[in-house]
């Protein structure tokens, strides 16, 4: 795409910046690492914009303090660009759960869907993080139906990104702008766990 030029330009009646402004569904799936800071990276456009910012987290733990959270926070709260609010839900990564809580989870999770569905129909934000909203699409939590009506149907200018591996292929049809991160290599291939300012 060189100079920024569409490689084709389609015949749908819209003018250059109709086209350009349309809202977009943003996915970015696959085994690497990088998918949720590309999102959070996205975010702070949308801030330097003056966008109000709404952040879903599904799967990681209300207890984790992440530097994405904690930088986003600071900024929304500054009053310099957008405002910025952090949903969480879920206590962990699903290899993290405790046996019998599986329902609790999946619980919280319709229950944070509700939330954005409630917040698209009201156009609460302009743009919307759903980290790592691919697993309870994947493990039949929420209902992908029912996602990919809403995210058709939403009103207004909303962005949305959806993090997370394994993105149903319905979703990555459905979306605007696909981002898969491979993994050639990885520490943890080599025994090393996470650490500071690298993952959180």
């Known amino acids: 795409m060189p100079q920024g030029r569409p490689p084709v330009i389609p015949d ?79 206590e962990g990564w699903s290899w993290l759960r405790r046996s019998g809580t599986g329902h609790d989870h999946a619980a919280q999770a319709r229950e944070g869907w509700e939330q954005v569905r409630r917040d698209l129909a009201a156009e609460t934000y302009r743009f919307y993080v759903l980290d790592e909203f691919t697993y309870p699409l994947a493990w039949g939590w929420v209902d992908l139906d029912d996602v990919l009506e809403t995210l058709r149907g939403r009103p207004g200018y909303q962005h949305v990104v959806i993090t997370g591996r394994n993105a149903p292929e319905r979703l990555v049809e459905a979306a605007d702008l696909v981002t898969e991160m491979g993994k050639i290599r990885h520490p943890m291939d080599r025994g090393q766990k996470g650490q500071k300012g690298i993952e959180w």
């Open 12 to 90: 749908d009646g819209l003018t250059t910046r109709q086209r350009r402004n349309r809202p977009l569904v943003i996915v970015h799936t696959g085994p690497g690492k990088g998918k949720s800071t590309a999102a959070f990276g996205m975010a702070l456009r949308a801030w330097n914009q003056g966008w109000p910012i709404g952040v879903f987290q599904f799967v990681k733990s209300a207890k984790w303090r992440t530097g994405e959270e904690r930088a986003l926070r600071l900024l929304g709260a500054s009053g310099e660009g957008g405002t910025v609010t952090w949903h969480k839900m879920g």
